[in-house]
């Protein structure tokens, strides 16, 4: 397997952490977002939407976070990302599509870029989008596992899964502008007990090869 | 089962294909975005996200429209969604999220709220924001599915799924501000395909009960 990654990517983290609970490792190719590598032609045939990751996997290359998540899940089941009772898989896609739908593509890079040079944002403004957003989403987010039976000690019983895998990047961006969390003490303890697992500490950006 | 819906919401949009396509009917209850029923107390009970949709099953309430739509998959397999083999369903779920995550959230009506009265943006920058954001995604789209052997009459194969489901309200959504087709004409030939089916057509927001 190969994976085209960058460090500050929350999509890429995503998978990162995917691929070590799965205990998988993948060669890594670092696309560096903020040098444009994404826009070269050589990128763009890989993956022609020009994001990360990409993953390429027995001559196919998958593109978008959440599918190449369930990809690793369909074809290394153990342990599992996902329950296994329908109406708890859409419990979890929701949880993890709130972050990767709801929040994340409108505070990524490009949108903030086209904020500042499009419509001639500053610092300020940039900041109060992308605090807004998240804030929204956290707010459904803890609403939806605070006082639920089927939170555990992690957001979906007491194994991680795709839920956290979304979430632990999400909380970790949000450090950008320090936002508050104190409203969304499930999240935040779900957020520290993750902290503490090899899973996701080995996929954090600062412990990437590609970090500045 | 139920479903919180609203005609021109283009997640709800996706629900109801998915239902028509699978011969499904739903009890139906409409949540005017415009005029704020998503913020009412009764509605974030439902929905502590206040977006639609929602479907209500078995006691179950299940948001984010691709669980929803995954959910009715798994529980109603005929006819199916998605392709069999994980890297075919890989690429199906990565056409979807390409619209479901990277142009619908960003285009969305609470997004364009913010943009017009936090950055005081007028119709003709909400126009190039809107417009934008679809070209980049069809952009992608459209190189994901030209002269690609997977791709049939529909994005993969020759009967609808998950991706077309994505694709159609989208390009519907297109024509708000008479969005260009001619740079995407695979997709374009799809988006003509599924207008002649009744699952798609019965769908569209000019045929809901709560059309204006």
Redo the contacts between chains.
């Keep these: 397997m190969k994976l085209y990654d960058f460090c500050r990517s929350s999509a890429a983290f995503r998978v990162r952490i995917a691929l070590n609970l799965k205990g998988l490792s993948a060669e890594r190719e670092f696309i560096h977002l903020r040098r444009n590598d994404q826009s070269t032609p050589e990128y763009l045939a890989v ?5 990360v990751p990409a993953l390429v ?2 001559g ?1 290359t ?3 976070s ?3 998540i ?2 690793l899940d ?2 290394h089941g153990e342990p599992p990302l996902l329950p296994g009772h ?2 708890d ?3 979890v ?2 949880l993890a ?2 972050v ?3 929040i ?3 505070d990524n890079l ?2 903030l870029r ?2 500042s040079k ?2 001639g ?1 500053d610092e300020k ?1 940039i900041e ?2 992308f605090n ?1 957003w998240i804030a ?2 956290f ?2 987010f803890e ?2 596992i605070a006082d639920n039976e089927q939170t555990g000690e992690f957001c979906h019983g007491d194994t991680p899964g795709l839920a956290d895998i979304c979430l632990y990047p999400q909380v970790v961006n949000s450090q950008r502008y320090s936002l508050d969390l104190s409203p969304y003490p499930t999240l935040k303890r779900i957020f520290d007990t993750c902290s503490k697992l090899p899973a996701f500490i080995k996929a954090r950006p600062e412990n990437q090869p590609d970090a500045e």
């Design positions: 993956n022609p939407q020009g994001l996997d027995e196919e998958l593109i978008q959440l599918a190449i369930e990809y369909e074809t329908p109406a898989r859409a419990r896609r929701a599509q709130i990767a739908c709801d994340h593509p409108i490009r949108v086209y904020l499009e419509f944002q403004g109060r989008w807004h929204e989403g707010r459904a609403a939806l």
